[in-house]
């Protein structure tokens, strides 16, 4: 879990000058990022500060008004979600965005067959597919979900809901995974559960956070960024934006 | 109920139909006829409603081309009338999904009630040029289909044109229940529930929404084919609004996203229509009453009713466990 393991490693994913703008707001400004392979990092930063913008730019849900985004070196700035999500890339999402009327298993299945040729096909039931279906009983398991494969998602609990996010980020064997606040709205005890299920994750994985739970912020990445009105104001080891009197006056010490 | 036991309980209504009907008399064996063709125009309905959640309400477009075709082929160029028919059904649903492939285009790009009316634009410019092209579709008289095809059948015969068109909406049945129940279908079930997810799980939603699109446009086109022959005359009545708006009430009567649902709304609805005009002149309110009613107690439609059925008795009976049951079966229309 240490950040840049390797001198002369390709970063997975580089923003060069990112900016976003809706109308007169500057949602983004500059945001210039690099995450190399197995990197634990995390953006944090008071409501409003951009960052699941920045998150929408990155995945490509919003374009970008300038600058660059880099995809395991592949500039992908224009490139549409799905086409992002085939390289290697993950997300969750900050409100929970699950299938609610499908069952467990269906969930997990549907995210399995995204990058699947056979996605397309017609001719056969999709429960002739061996394979996507071992997968999807090897993921459940690993989350601990496999005795509830077949409730449908909108009678799970919430905290339950928000780690099958997580499973569905995982379903595509990404390289990188970005994670929208994980633990919103989950009690101590889960989010403390939410973090030791990131902490197990495959060291691997680059993950990129975006978190309110401090807690979980200082137990799972190695490095933080401060976003403040759309830009970086400062990156740095936990113990780093922990002291920092910047920090500490625009977020931990406005409320 | 298990799925195997939903797959034969539909195949024994479906043998039932085939050897009830044939022995009824000729008035019931046209309504169920006329019922079956608007059955395949409602099922492909149901493919956008139901399982990706587009509400079409253009789908009697299609319907008019392969209707219209049909009609053309047979009334100036006597084709179609022999073997060549089954050419003509290949040629109505390729009409119908080409189509369906250039209006999708337009439609696709939009969700939700502006689908509904690009769908419904476009489906009026078939209509206008169904009534003002003269010398092709003959305008307001339409043109007439005299005879029917015989290939060694001779589908003159009613029992024996509804035989065909039984096989032809059993056929279409079992195709759109693989499709739906196939990995491309069960994609259609997400993008339904949540599109923005699927794009991050590497869905390319738009070719997906696009392809179910096409494909209903092909069976839009069978159903037209079906119908021409069926009704004898096709006339810019035939593509008129009310058949799309029809076609998706049967859905919704049915129970949208089940297929079944959609063939039982086409039956109900053709029932009503014909035994009641006969009765009383005010069917149409009866009609009106009905879907009113289903809407506001069965939002599942008729498919949903055991379900609604048991939700029903488990919370009369007050036991927690019970309750729980009701609620897991009540989420399990579909």
């Not at chain 1, 086409?83 to 409100?95: D, E």
């Not at chain 1, 606040?181 to 691997?204: I, N, Q, R, V």
């Not at chain 2, 059904?89 to 390729?94: F, I, P, Q, S, T």
């Not at chain 2, 079906?226 to 609004?241: F, K, Q, R």
Request: charged letters at 15%; one cysteine or more; proline letters at 3%.
């Amino acid at each position: 879990m240490t950040s840049a393991s390797a001198i002369g490693d390709a970063p997975v994913l580089e923003l060069k000058g990112l900016c976003k703008s809706f109308g007169g707001l500057q949602a983004t400004r500059n945001v210039t990022l690099r995450v190399m392979p197995g990197d634990r990092q995390a953006i944090i930063g008071p409501n409003g500060a951009g960052k699941t913008t920045l998150f929408n730019l990155i995945t490509g849900i919003f374009p970008v008004t300038s600058g660059q985004v880099l995809l395991f070196g592949q500039d992908v700035t224009s490139w549409p979600s799905h086409q992002r999500t085939a390289l290697g890339m993950a997300r969750t999402f900050q409100v929970t965005s699950l299938f609610p009327k499908l069952t467990v298993l269906d969930n997990v299945l549907l995210a399995i067959k995204g990058l699947r040729r056979s996605k397309f096909v017609m001719w056969r039931f999709l429960s002739s597919y061996k394979d996507v279906y071992d997968k999807a009983y090897q993921l459940l398991e690993n989350a601990g979900f496999l005795d509830r494969k077949d409730a449908e998602v909108r009678n799970l609990s919430h905290g339950e809901q928000r780690q099958l996010e997580i499973v569905l980020g995982l379903a595509s064997d990404p390289k990188i995974l970005l994670l929208d606040e994980p633990a919103a709205g989950l009690s101590s005890g889960e989010s403390t559960e939410m973090a030791e299920f990131l902490m197990k994750l495959d060291p691997g994985l680059a993950i990129l956070l975006i978190e309110h739970d401090m807690d979980v912020v200082f137990d799972v990445a190695s490095q933080i960024s401060v976003l403040h009105f759309g830009e970086i104001l400062e990156t740095g080891t936990s113990q780093q934006i922990h002291s920092s009197a910047k920090v500490q006056e625009i977020y931990l010490g406005t409320d | 109920m298990t799925q195997t036991m939903k797959i034969v309980s539909v195949a024994a209504v479906l043998v039932v139909l085939a050897v009830i009907v044939p022995h009824s008399s000729s008035f019931v064996v046209l309504l169920t006829t006329r019922a079956m063709c608007f059955a395949i125009l409602a099922m492909s309905v149901d493919l956008l409603l139901g399982f990706t959640g587009l509400s079409s309400m253009g789908q009697a477009a299609y319907f008019g081309v392969g209707a219209y075709l049909t009609a053309i082929l047979a009334a100036k160029f006597h084709f179609g009338l022999g073997w060549d028919f089954w050419l003509v059904v290949l040629m109505g649903m390729a009409i119908g999904a080409a189509l369906a492939a250039l209006f999708g285009l337009f439609a696709i790009r939009a969700s939700g009630v502006y689908f509904l009316m690009i769908t419904l634009a476009l489906g009026q410019c078939v209509w206008g040029l169904a009534y003002r092209w003269n010398s092709l579709t003959g305008g307001d008289n339409g043109i007439n289909v005299t005879n029917r095809p015989n290939f060694g059948l001779d589908l003159t015969n009613e029992r024996t044109f509804f035989f065909l068109v039984f096989a032809f909406f059993a056929a279409s049945l079992i195709l759109l229940y693989i499709l739906v129940r196939s990995p491309f279908g069960r994609s259609l079930e997400g993008i339904r529930e949540r599109e923005l997810r699927m794009q991050i799980l590497g869905y390319n939603t738009w070719l997906h929404k696009y392809i179910a699109f096409i494909i209903a446009g092909a069976f839009g086109g069978l159903a037209g084919v079906l119908w021409a022959h069926t009704n004898g005359l096709i006339s810019p009545e035939t593509v008129v609004l009310t058949t799309s708006v029809d076609s998706l009430l049967m859905v919704v009567l049915g129970g949208a996203g089940t297929l079944v649902g959609a063939a039982i709304g086409s039956g109900i609805v053709f029932a009503l229509r014909e035994y009641l005009s006969t009765l009383v002149p005010w069917w149409q309110y009866a009609l009106g009453g009905v879907y009113v009613l289903t809407i506001l107690y069965l939002p599942t439609g008729l498919m949903g009713f055991p379900a609604r059925l048991r939700q029903i008795r488990g919370a009369s009976t007050k036991n927690p466990s019970k309750s729980g049951d009701a609620k897991k079966l009540a989420s399990a229309p579909s």
